[in-house]
Nanobody, 124 residues
């Protein structure tokens, strides 16, 4: 299984960015996916998750209403759309996948496969 994340960059506060995570070696439609982020000196924090099949979503309180997680089954790609970005959103963003939903989806240790991170920097 390989996950290839892309789309990070530098944006001003209030701006938008979209992240992509191309999966290979598994079928994303039948897998749960998530985005986590890690700021310097901090732990890897949950951002958003999407459940297999019914695509139910979950968000951290800090991004709810601003970020949207989605997937394109035909492209086997996971997405994170980030709007109204704030300087505190600055971090390395990681995509993650597991074969089925976990009730502890917000804990990084419960995700099986990880992509290399992509840097998101929001300037004030």
């Amino acid at each position: 299984v390989q996950l290839q994340a892309s789309g990070g960059g530098l944006v001003q506060a209030g701006g938008s960015l979209g992240l992509s995570c191309l999966a290979s070696g598994l079928t994303l439609r039948s897998s749960s996916g998530a985005w986590f982020r890690q700021a310097p000196g901090k732990e890897r924090d949950f951002v958003a998750a999407i459940r297999e099949l019914n695509s139910a979503t979950r968000y951290s309180d800090s991004v709810k209403g601003r970020f949207t997680i989605s997937r394109d089954n035909a492209k086997n790609t996971l997405y994170l759309r980030m709007n109204s970005l704030k300087p505190e959103d600055t971090a390395v963003y990681y995509c993650a996948v597991r074969n089925y939903w976990s009730v502890q989806y917000y804990e990084a240790q419960h995700w099986s496969y990880w992509g290399k991170g992509t840097q998101v920097t929001v300037s004030s």
